[in-house]
Each structure stands twice: as structure tokens, then as C-alpha cells.
């Protein structure tokens, strides 16, 4: 079976400085800077991305709109309402459950729940501050994410200009 790769991106830098419910709180500048680097990091280093995971909290839509912006094709985008505020076993739900013809996924959401999806596939905690980038190769299956360690190709957050 050849290997799967689950890129996570954690949304970029919200504004706090409304009184919106946290779902609908928007991005910050800085935020949106963020995102766009985030974008360029991966038309860089990525070949292709096959599909998006988007929790639809407004901040992790507006994280992927700018970041795929920066993509040469941008791939086909699924929103989905689990992926916000998801727990790991939610998070291991959601991957488990994508089409196996998918070689290259983005998920993108939040924290704490990032950060234990990444620990839990390749055993070893990965920081994923806003607007940071873990890259993880799986062997086998989707349905199989997490049971077997995956390997982990890069992580950090890309540097803003």
C-alpha cells in the first residue's frame, strides 16, 4: 500500500478584539500574513495536494481561502463541522474516513486537538503554534491512521516577510 501524507495546518492568528462567538471570530493582520506565507510554503514544497479538511470556524476558512490562494491549482476543499473544537478521536474519525484514492490531504484546524492528532501518529509531541504546518507520511490505509507511527517531514510555522 503506498504511503498516504497528512499535512496539518493550524489556522492562522485570530482577533480577539470583537465580541463574536469563538466559531465567527475572524483573523488578525497578522493572521492574514500568516496564512499567505503558510500558502507559499506549501506551493513550495508540496507537489500536490489532492484535498483540504476545513473546520468551518471562520478563522481556519479565511486560514485555507489565503493559503490556497498561493497554490498553483487549488485542490477541492471539503468544510467539515467535526473538525472544530475536535477532540484526537474526532480528528483520527474525519482521516480515517477519506477516500483511499487521496494521496496528499490538508487538514486544517485548531489546537489542543492538532497537536494530539500529530502526537498520536507519529508518538512524539509536536508543537503547532497559529499558522503552523506539521507534515506526516502514513504507511498503509487511512482507516489505519494512528495505528501504526508515521513519519514526520517537517513542522514548524513558515517565517512572514
Known amino acids: 500500500m ?3 501524507t497528512l499535512i ?8 480577539w478584539s470583537g465580541d463574536e462567538a469563538d466559531i465567527d471570530r475572524p ?3 497578522r ?18 495536494i489532492d484535498l483540504a479538511v476545513v473546520s468551518t470556524a471562520k478563522r481556519a476558512r479565511a486560514t485555507w481561502d489565503l493559503a490556497s490562494a498561493e497554490l498553483g491549482e487549488r485542490p477541492k476543499t471539503q ?13 483520527l474519525g474525519i482521516i ?4 483511499e484514492e487521496l494521496g496528499t490531504v490538508v487538514l486544517v484546524g485548531h489546537n489542543p486537538g492538532l497537536e494530539g492528532l500529530a502526537e498520536t501518529l507519529i508518538g512524539d509531541w509536536v508543537p503547532l503554534p497559529t ?3 506539521a507534515v506526516i507520511e502514513l504507511d498503509g490505509p487511512w482507516r489505519s491512521a494512528g495505528r501504526a507511527p508515521g513519519l514526520l517531514r517537517a513542522a514548524g510555522r513558515p517565517p512572514t516577510g
Open 2 to 4: 503506498a504511503a498516504h
Open 8 to 15: 496539518l495546518l493550524r489556522h492562522s492568528k485570530s482577533d
Open 27 to 29: 483573523l488578525a493582520k
Open 31 to 48: 493572521g492574514r500574513r500568516q496564512a499567505s506565507e503558510a500558502g507559499r510554503w506549501l506551493a513550495t514544497h508540496v507537489h500536490r
Open 79 to 91: 468544510p467539515d463541522e467535526d473538525a472544530y473544537a475536535a477532540s484526537v478521536g474526532e480528528l
Open 96 to 99: 480515517r474516513s477519506l477516500d
Open 131 to 133: 499558522s503552523a504546518i
